[in-house]
């Protein structure tokens, strides 16, 4: 089976595919501190609690935008399963051209959703990823990557809210069922909700505006997608597994598996 992991910097999402098909997926805390051993060990953990064990893996592929717990997450793929990971970088067969200034500016995260997008869903496509950061990935009809938005994540919002304004609480980011909020968490909540559902239907209404293509998807993944992209009419396809498969996708493209299989 092959292990896809997407280190982000909030959290880690790791899949276990078995061929094309992903069979279990998990989501962790992204932590700095963390040692490979400890890395290894949750590693086993997970996998035990689904009767698999880490020798089941015949090979791994990484993705991060986190380079200091890249050495854990690698040690402890290497340790514990004996299988030396792919990481995502400058060099690894995407299919996918980088219209970007410096394209070495674009996070791993960022490409691995255009191929999986493209594979998926065709092309030309926006990507909406709700992460830490909220981004938009525009990709041409041709699969190339022209670049896209950068806007602060919902969590970051919500702290930001509560951190820097001495009256406004720590609140929960739900719907609230009113727009018009009756006190000041569910004022701030509204806020949070709508604010992002209206900056996502004016972002891709402008940037389908500026692509000028045709039958352009919209695909909403990231750890909110399933929460916030079914109230937006913008969006076609939601995939909150997105990057995993988009790993799956890259590691055919750059490894032929013995037998064809895994």
């Known amino acids: 089976m ?6 982000g910097n909030t959290n880690t999402s790791l899949g276990l595919f078995d061929g094309y098909k992903l069979k279990y997926q998990w989501r962790i805390s992204t932590d700095r501190d963390r040692t490979f051993d400890e890395t290894g060990m949750l590693f086993r953990s997970l996998f035990q609690s689904v009767g698999e064990n880490m020798q089941s893996i015949k090979d791994a592929i990484i993705c991060s935008v986190v380079p200091p717990v890249m050495r854990s997450f690698t040690n402890a793929i290497l340790k514990y399963s004996d299988k030396k990971p792919i990481i995502v970088g400058p060099g690894t067969k ?24 493209v594979k998926l ?25 022209l670049g896209g938005v950068i806007c602060p994540g919902i969590k970051i919002s919500a702290e930001a809210l509560f951190d820097k304004a001495a ?14 909020g009756r006190n000041t968490e569910t004022s701030m909540q509204s806020g949070l909700f709508y604010g992002n559902v209206g900056q996502v239907e004016y972002l891709v ?14 695909v909403a993944t990231g750890s909110a997608a399933m929460f916030i ?14 990057t995993l498969e988009g790993l799956r996708e890259i590691y055919y493209m750059n490894i032929i598996p013995p037998s064809g299989t895994l």
């Open 2 to 7: 092959l292990l896809a992991v997407d280190v």
């Open 94 to 117: 995407t299919g996918i051209n980088i219209k970007y200034e410096n394209p070495r500016e674009v996070g791993a995260d960022k490409i691995v959703n255009a191929v999986g997008a």
């Open 121 to 145: 869903y065709g092309a030309p496509v926006i990507i909406v990823d709700f992460g830490t950061a909220t981004t938009y990935c525009a990709i041409n009809r041709n699969g190339d990557y």
């Open 167 to 180: 009256k406004l609480p720590r609140v929960e980011f739900i719907e609230p069922r009113y727009i018009i």
């Open 205 to 218: 209404r402008v940037i389908k505006k500026e692509m000028r293509e045709e039958n352009i998807k919209v």
């Open 229 to 242: 992209a079914s109230k937006l009419k913008c969006v076609d396809e939601i995939n909150p597994v997105l």
